[in-house]
Nanobody
Framework: QVQLQESGPGLVKPSQTLSLTCTVS??????????WSWFRQPPGKGLEWMGA???????YYSPSFKSRTSISRDTSKNQFTLQLRSVTPEDTAVYYC???????????????WGQGTQVAVSS
């Protein structure tokens, strides 16, 4: 059974870059047809899809985040990483990584999730 685990700093200063890593076990991020995404949930709001990296390494971004987001992977470590640049307090949220069997921005299509990691943006 695949398991995902987010890791990264719990506190980031405004204007800095937030970097989070999702470590996957029990399955390869290169397995055909699977997509690996980052979501976030700000306080009092719903889940937001930020972007995805495909089994092939292709990346897809939400228009809301495209200008300041990068998603990459390290297949040797079976990890994928989110970088969010120029953060503000509005980027305070719980960040999740997740897997879907096909490309989707709908969280209902995802069949495996990390537990989430709280990130606060504050000076």
């Amino acid at each position: 059974q695949v398991q995902l685990q987010e890791s990264g700093p719990g506190l980031v200063k405004p204007s800095q870059t937030l970097s989070l890593t999702c470590t996957v076990s029990g399955g390869s991020i290169s397995t055909k047809n699977y997509y690996w995404s980052w979501f976030r949930q700000p306080p009092g709001k719903g889940l937001e899809w930020m972007g995805a990296i495909a089994y092939s390494g292709s990346t897809y971004y939400s228009p809301s985040f495209k200008s300041r987001t990068s998603i990459s992977r390290d297949t040797s470590k079976n990890q994928f990483t989110l970088q969010l640049r120029s953060v503000t307090p509005e980027d305070t949220a719980v960040y999740y990584c997740a897997r879907a069997p096909d490309f989707s921005s709908d969280p209902l299509e995802y069949d495996a999730w990390g537990q989430g990691t709280q990130v606060a943006v504050s000076s």
